[in-house]
């Protein structure tokens, strides 16, 4: 059975750092690529990213290409989404999802990230 | 890149039929059959239920269709019931090598 688990929600202050995390199993990790989503309190998707984890290529939104940086763990079949400095508007719930051609068919349950001082 | 368009809501009786749209311009929508839609419920993550234009995963209900003319990919639902009622958003690749989502349309069952 294919699975994408997020981790935890997030609870952090302006200017921090962090890194939220979303594992895969039931599938090779490696031959898929696995995108990122943003959904803001109230608000529509908004896609952030990509990432294969075979050889790291990754594609960015022009909105959060610098803002975000994403990568891969192949070993630990784990993608990650990274904030340097967390602000008040990155307040808001992220999905990962596997990308098998055109679309994304398996999601995981989202990790919400609270930025508040 | 711009988010495409989609009716802010729609709403229909049970049983009967109701078409969303979702417009984008000939770099996204117009220009590959990359066109998916996916339902929400509220504090769920969301679900596949369409991909490439027309195309059902295994599991979604054959009342689920899709279309494309030109710019405007179609997420038509016959046969509604209560289930159904959530947030649709539809989804495109680009010719920037990105995705771009829709703003989202809420479905109401009355």
């Known amino acids: 059975e294919v699975q994408l688990v997020q981790s935890g929600a997030e609870v952090k202050k302006p200017g921090e750092s962090l890194k939220i995390s979303c594992k895969g199993s039931?599938?090779?990790?490696?031959?898929?690529?696995i995108g990122w989503v943003r959904q803001m309190p109230g608000k529509g998707l908004e896609w952030m990213g990509i990432?294969?984890?075979?050889?790291?290529?990754?594609r960015y939104s022009p909105s959060f290409q610098g803002q975000v940086t994403i990568s891969a763990d192949k070993s630990i079949s784990t993608a990650y989404l990274q904030w340097s400095s967390l602000k008040a508007s990155d307040t808001a719930m992220y999905y990962c999802?596997?990308?098998?051609?055109?679309?994304?068919?398996?999601w995981g349950q989202g990790t919400l990230v609270t930025v508040s001082s | 890149q711009s988010a495409l368009t989609q009716p802010a809501s729609v709403s229909g009786s049970p049983g009967q039929s109701i078409t969303i749209s979702c417009t984008g311009t000939?770099?996204?929508?117009?220009?590959?059959?990359?066109v998916s839609w996916y339902q929400q419920h509220p504090g769920k993550a969301p679900k596949l239920m369409i991909y490439?234009?027309?195309n059902r995963p295994s599991g979604v209900s054959n009342r689920f269709s899709g279309s494309k003319s030109g710019n405007t990919a179609s997420l038509t639902i016959s046969g509604l019931q209560a289930e159904d009622e959530a947030d649709y958003y539809c989804?495109?690749?680009?010719?920037?090598?990105?995705?771009?989502f829709g703003g989202g349309t809420k479905l109401t069952v009355l």
């Open positions: 039931g599938y090779s990790f490696t031959s898929y690529w």
């Open positions: 490439e234009v027309s």
């Open positions: 000939s770099s996204d929508v117009g220009g590959y059959n990359y």
């Open positions: 999802a596997r990308r098998p051609g055109g679309h994304y068919d398996y």
């Open positions: 989804s495109s690749y680009t010719s920037s090598s990105t995705w771009v």
């Open positions: 990432i294969y984890p075979g050889d790291s290529d990754t």
